[in-house]
């Protein structure tokens, strides 16, 4: 099997091998299931790097869509349901959430009606107030609800939290983001744009939110605020037949006075990623393409004024890690990575700025208590 990755779809370059033979774990090794292929390229990441992991069994498939349901079988060898119930009282400890964003609150219910814990792909629902339904489904069912951003787990963003912790750049002030990709076809053999995420009964945002709510978390963890107001704008400049934009534009207010614009977008012909950070004594970039480089200035403790590394990691490692944490979380009652209130205080920020949009003015972040 290849080890190359497609930066996208996360897809091995070259194809697989075919149907997947599930490998023999311990006894006692978490059970997990993996509940919808709609959001493709993160299901079948997920069963990808999950499949010889030592800390986890993949041992159920959900997917109410035969086809679907087949797929995800010959992805890991799992025994499928095609009924929801049966699925959640399967034998899994808990489940990772890749079906549509839609759906996710039902099933995040059913999950800890079960007493099975949870980790929801991103973004967590179709809004805050689901998001605050979900949480106390899990609160009320004593079971962990853990939110799936992943760039929190890379090596990269590990680096730069504890420069930024370590205070010797100074004050954050001021996030730049451009996360700019191609669309992504419905399925791995439907190469229509017409899928779960143009379909505004599926998703809550297009273009812009699929890869913007990751900037959005980013700069909640390494700056340590919340977001307070926002101006936005969403267009659809490639794809004007789908109603949810393709291309977006934000700028935010934090709480410490600093400020984020974030630009996403899905018309790209090569995915980009571009993330500045001004500090008050020095600032920090970074580059996903043409190869991962990230700068720090400003930080002498590292060797030199300026330090350039060379970090090349992929966000389908860092699904296994967000689920090791989640499975450390689970069992022995460590601190997760991600909460479910993180991934509701992202809903409220993204409620927020696609009302900005629709009214053209600024809008005010309003946070709820959980």
Request: some cysteine; charged content about 25%.
């Amino acid at each position: 099997m290849s080890d190359q990755i497609d930066n996208v779809t996360g897809q091995r370059i070259g194809g697989s091998d075919g149907p997947r033979k599930r490998t023999p774990k311990q006894p006692g090794t978490f059970r997990i299931g993996v509940a919808g292929y709609d959001i493709w390229p993160h299901a079948l990441a997920f069963c990808d790097v999950l499949a010889d992991a030592d800390f986890v069994d993949i041992t159920a498939v959900w997917d109410e869509n035969p086809k679907h349901l087949e797929r995800l079988v010959e992805a890991t060898g799992a025994t499928g349901y095609g009924s929801l119930e049966e699925f959640c009282n399967s034998d899994i400890d808990g489940a990772v959430i890749t079906a549509r964003t839609s759906m996710r609150c039902e099933i995040a219910k059913a999950l800890a009606r079960a007493g099975k814990h949870i980790l929801s792909d991103k973004p967590m629902a179709m809004s805050a107030a689901e998001g605050r339904e979900m949480i106390q489904a899990a609160n009320d069912a004593g079971v962990l609800l853990m939110g799936g951003f992943n760039l929190r787990l890379w090596k990269t963003w590990q680096l730069v939290k504890r420069v930024l912790d370590s205070g010797e750049l100074g004050q954050p002030f001021h996030l730049y983001c451009a996360y700019n990709t191609g669309m992504i076809p419905r399925s791995e053999w439907e190469e229509t744009f017409d899928s779960v995420w143009t379909n505004p009964a599926d998703t809550p945002g297009g273009g812009w939110l699929t890869h913007g709510d990751h900037a959005l978390d980013l700069t909640r963890w390494l700056f340590g605020v919340e977001f307070t107001e926002v101006l936005a704008d969403m267009r659809t400049l490639r794809y004007p037949e789908f109603e949810l934009e393709d291309y977006g534009i934000a700028h935010y207010t934090l709480s410490d006075g600093g400020t984020a614009l974030i630009a996403s977008d899905a018309i790209s012909d090569k995915e980009r990623l571009d993330i500045i950070i001004a500090c008050k004594n020095g600032g920090i970039s970074y580059c996903l393409t043409p190869e991962p480089k990230l700068k720090i200035w400003g930080a002498p403790s590292l060797g030199a004024d300026v330090v350039e590394y060379s970090v090349p990691e992929h966000w389908v490692v860092a699904l296994g890690e967000l689920t090791r944490h989640f499975v450390d979380a689970a069992r022995n009652g460590a601190t997760p990575p991600v909460t479910g209130e993180d991934n509701m205080r992202v809903m409220e920020i993204v409620d927020a700025t696609y009302q900005s949009a629709r009214e053209g003015r600024k809008v005010a972040i309003e946070q709820q208590t959980v």
